[in-house]
C-alpha cells in the first residue's frame, strides 16, 4: 500500500511502454491517478491492478485522441467528475515509418493530431489551472526524435521537434510561477511503439539495444519531480544528441537512415 497523498496525476498511454511505468511510480508514490488510451479492457486491467496493490482511485478514460474533439471530451470529463489535476502527463504518441512520398497522409494527419494536438489542448487546458493555483507540474514525453533529422519517420520527429520547442519556450513562460515543465526524451525504448509504427524489422530495433522502458520513466519521474526542464534518458542517447548537434544535418540524417535500414537477421 503506498501512502495516500490526495493528489492527481492524468497519464495519456498509461496501459503500455512507458506512460505504465510511469503510472507505477506515481501509484508507488500514493497518488490517485486518470489514465486515458483507447482500448477500455487495458484500462481497466492496469487501474485494477494499481488500485489493488496500491490502494489507490484510479479513473478511467477510453479516448482516441487522434479524434479532433477527444481531448476535450477528455478535459470536459475531468472536470465533470470534480477531480483536480496536480501533474499532467502527456505520453500517448505514434509513429509511422516510410518514406514520405510513400507513406499514408490520413495515418500521418492522424499522428499530428495525436501527437501534438492532443498534448496542447491538454496542456493548455490544464496548464491554465495549475498557473492560476500557482502550482502543479507537467510532463511531455517526447525523445531524442525531436533534435535529430528523422529519415524514414518524419513526420514522427517533426511532431516531437515541435512539442520540444513548444516545451521550452513554456519553461520561460512560467519562470515567474512555481508551475514546471519537464520535456522527456527517451532513444529508442524496448515497448510496443515499433510494432505500431511498423519498424520491427529495421537495424535500430533489430540489432540495437533498446532502453528498458521502467528506467526511462524513472529518469522522467525523477526530473519531474525535481521541476527540470529537460531530461534526456540514457547516457548513449545523451551522447547521439550532443554528436548530432555539431556534425552537419546531413551527416546526422545519414546515421539515422542507416539504423532504418532493415536488419539482416529478418531478410
Ligand atoms: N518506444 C520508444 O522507442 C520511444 C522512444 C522515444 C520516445 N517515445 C515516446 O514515448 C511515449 C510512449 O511510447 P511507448 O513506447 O511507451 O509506446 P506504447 O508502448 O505503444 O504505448 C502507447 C500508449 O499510448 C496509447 N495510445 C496510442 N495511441 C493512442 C490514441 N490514438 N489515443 C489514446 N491513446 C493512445 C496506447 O494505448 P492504446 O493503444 O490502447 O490506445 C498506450 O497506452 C510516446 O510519446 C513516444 O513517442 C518512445
Not at 521537434?161 to 515567474?176: G, R
Not at 531530461?231 to 548530432?244: D, E, F, P, T, Y
Amino acid at each position: 500500500m503506498a501512502t495516500f497523498n490526495g493528489k492527481y496525476a492524468l497519464i495519456t498511454g498509461a496501459t503500455s511502454g512507458i506512460g505504465n511505468e510511469l503510472a507505477k511510480l506515481f501509484a508507488k508514490d500514493g497518488y490517485n491517478l486518470v489514465i486515458v488510451a483507447r482500448t477500455e479492457s487495458d484500462l481497466e486491467g492496469v487501474a485494477s491492478g494499481l488500485s489493488s496493490i496500491y490502494g489507490i482511485n484510479v479513473t478511467t478514460i477510453a479516448k482516441d485522441l487522434s479524434l479532433p474533439n477527444a481531448p476535450f471530451e477528455v478535459y470536459d470529463e475531468v472536470k465533470t467528475r470534480g477531480i483536480k489535476i496536480d501533474v499532467l502527463v502527456n505520453d500517448a504518441a505514434q509513429g509511422q515509418y516510410g518514406k514520405f512520398v510513400e507513406t499514408d497522409i490520413q495515418r500521418e494527419l492522424e499522428i499530428v493530431r495525436l501527437n501534438i494536438m492532443a498534448y496542447l489542448v491538454l496542456t493548455k487546458f490544464f496548464l491554465k489551472e495549475m498557473v492560476a493555483r500557482n502550482e502543479g507540474k507537467i510532463l511531455q514525453v517526447a525523445s531524442i526524435g525531436g533534435q535529430l533529422p528523422g529519415p524514414m519517420q518524419s513526420v514522427y520527429h517533426a511532431t516531437k521537434a515541435f512539442i520540444l520547442s513548444h516545451t521550452e519556450a513554456l519553461v520561460n513562460e512560467l519562470k515567474d510561477t512555481a508551475v514546471t515543465i519537464t520535456a522527456l526524451l527517451p532513444g529508442p525504448t524496448d515497448t510496443d511503439f515499433f510494432n505500431k509504427a511498423g519498424m520491427e524489422h529495421t537495424k535500430m530495433v533489430q540489432e540495437g539495444t533498446l532502453s528498458d522502458p521502467a528506467k526511462v520513466a524513472k529518469d522522467g519521474y525523477e526530473a519531474l519531480m525535481s521541476g527540470d526542464n529537460k531530461i534526456i534518458s540514457g547516457l548513449k542517447n545523451k551522447v547521439q544528441v550532443a554528436m548530432s548537434n555539431v556534425m552537419p544535418d546531413s551527416v546526422a540524417a545519414k546515421q539515422v537512415e542507416k539504423q532504418m535500414e532493415p536488419s539482416e537477421k529478418e531478410k
